[in-house]
Structure formats: structure tokens, C-alpha cells
């Protein structure tokens, strides 16, 4: 049986459908299970029972300090070995994100996946094109971001779920393997264009002050973890692009601008404006383009 941890959050919700619709045998696991999905709280260690798993496909459970995020890793993988998981499919940062404020928890935990002494395989996952969208703030009847004219090698988060499910379902193809699953680079600018609406670059300074001042709800650790993903697109460090996604999936990406825009859209408040896409299909809503992402 195949488990993917992180069963309720976007990648693992998707990679578990992705999965199940190729026929796959395949579970998922999460603190808040529900049906058909096993209890697996990585703070709970005694919840941690793989038994009957052949290859685990962990979801990053990047959503705290880098500390308590290696902590959970060790203990999923600790519980892995204990309990006779034959392979391990590990959802990590793309290359070129060694820069970004949250690479060290991905990097750390590559190190003991490979120590795990488990066959294994780590996708080097590029930032969501539903991210790069959803970061863009309306101001008016336009957006601003601290991107500048840099690109994002943006990837679409369902592109990343359909790879993974892939590699989870003929594990020992790719048993050893690094992935770099990368998109193809887009702006801010393409997305405005495709909203139909002007961009306007702003300084990282003030970037960081919105985030500090003007952002309720975000974590001590999140402020930084989202100025070094603008910096790191606006000095463009994340452009790159390598082949592995499509040779993959054995087709072209999705359209990773398309992703962008819906998220973007999503986010929109309500002036009576809709996106291009809408305008040119007659529609009177951007409804259909999706929700706001809810992970980083």
C-alpha cells in the first residue's frame, strides 16, 4: 500500500486522488483523519504506525520552524524503518531554492532520508504558480508585488501531485533519484496582463512592512519566508527550468501563468472587474478559477 502523508492539505489531497486514479492502492494519512484516512500526527510519535505501508510518500510538513519541522521528518522516517516501509518518495525544494529563508528544513531532511538506509527518491518541488498568484496584493483596480520584472519557474501544485503519484506507483524506477520539477518562468507582469490590470512593483522594504504591519494572522517564522521568496524572484534567482517535470509526466506542463491568474483572481476584491479570461468566455464571474492557496 501506498500512504501519502498530508492527506488534507492541497499537495497530499492531490497526489492521493492522482493515485487512486490510476488505480493505485493508496491511503492517506493526517492529524485530522477522516474517512478511509489513517491517523498520523508527526508531534504524536506513538500515532506514527506504518505498518502495512510499502512506499510513503511524505509531504513536507514545512509549516513551523525549521527545528520542529526536521523533528516531525526524523520521526515519520524513525517510524518508517521501525515498521518495514520499503521506499520513500520525499516532497522537497527545487535546487535553486537554496536561497529562500525555508530551504534548510528541505535540505536537512534530504540528509536523513538518504540516512534512513531506505530506497528512496526526492522531488525537488518548484514554488507553486497558485502561490506566485495568490502573492500579488490588489491595490485599486491593479497589483503591486515586490517581485519586480523577475520570473518564477512557477509550477502548477496539481503538476507536482500528478509526478509524485507517478513515481509512488513504480517506485524502484526512480529509486535513487533527484527531480528538479520546475515550470516555465513567468512575471507579475504576464499576470496583470492577463487580469486585464497594471502591476506596480514596490521595494522589498516596504514589502516587509505590510507583512510585518499589515498582515494579521502570519507566524514569527512567515514574514522572512515570504521576503526571501520575493527577493529571491525580483533578483532572479528562480527563473531556471529543467526538463525532468515533462519528461515525468510524459506531456507538457500545465500552463503555469493560467494557475497564477485563477489565484490571483480568486483573491480579487469586489469591484464589478473581471479577469480576461472571464471577459473573453463571456463569464460574469471568476469563480470558477479556484480558492486562494492555503500552503506554502
Not at 502523508?5 to 492529524?31: F, K, V
Not at 463569464?283 to 500552503?295: F, I, K, L, N, V
Amino acid at each position: 500500500m501506498i500512504l501519502v502523508t498530508g492527506a488534507n492539505g492541497n499537495l497530499g489531497a492531490a497526489t492521493l486522488a492522482a493515485l487512486r486514479a490510476g488505480g493505485a492502492t493508496a491511503a492517506g494519512g493526517s492529524r485530522t483523519p477522516g474517512e478511509g484516512t489513517r491517523h498520523l500526527d508527526f508531534d504524536d510519535h506513538a500515532s506514527l504506525d506504518l505498518t502495512g505501508v510499502s512506499t510513503l510518500v511524505l509531504i513536507s510538513a514545512g509549516y513551523a520552524e525549521d527545528d520542529q519541522v526536521v523533528g516531525r521528518h526524523k520521526a515519520v522516517l524513525d517510524a518508517a524503518v521501525r515498521d518495514g516501509v520499503r521506499h520513500v518518495v520525499y516532497t522537497s525544494l527545487t535546487t535553486a531554492g537554496d536561497h529562500l529563508g525555508f530551504a534548510l528544513a528541505h535540505r536537512a531532511t534530504e540528509r536523513l532520508v538518504r540516512a534512513s538506509g531506505l530506497p528512496w527518491t526526492i522531488l525537488r518541488n518548484g514554488l507553486y504558480a497558485e502561490l506566485f498568484g495568490g502573492l500579488l496584493m490588489w491595490a485599486g483596480n491593479g497589483v503591486e508585488s515586490a517581485f519586480g520584472d523577475g520570473a518564477l519557474a512557477a509550477v502548477a501544485r496539481e503538476d507536482l501531485a500528478d509526478a509524485a503519484a507517478i513515481i509512488a506507483a513504480n517506485p524502484a524506477r526512480h529509486s535513487g533519484r533527484v527531480y528538479d520539477l520546475v515550470g516555465t518562468p513567468i512575471t507579475a507582469e504576464q499576470v496583470a496582463d492577463e487580469l486585464g490590470v497594471s502591476h506596480r512593483t514596490i521595494g522589498l522594504d516596504e514589502y516587509r512592512r505590510r507583512l510585518l504591519d499589515e498582515t494579521p494572522g502570519l507566524l514569527p517564522f512567515q514574514p522572512p519566508m515570504l521576503a526571501s521568496i520575493a527577493t529571491g524572484i525580483r533578483h532572479r534567482f528562480l527563473d531556471g527550468t529543467t526538463p525532468d517535470l515533462a519528461d515525468l509526466l510524459g506531456r507538457p506542463a500545465r500552463d503555469p501563468l493560467a494557475s497564477a491568474v485563477a489565484a490571483a483572481s480568486a483573491t480579487r476584491p469586489e469591484t464589478g472587474l473581471y479577469c480576461r479570461a472571464c471577459f473573453r468566455s463571456g463569464s460574469r464571474s471568476c469563480d470558477d478559477h479556484g480558492s486562494r492557496p492555503g500552503e506554502i
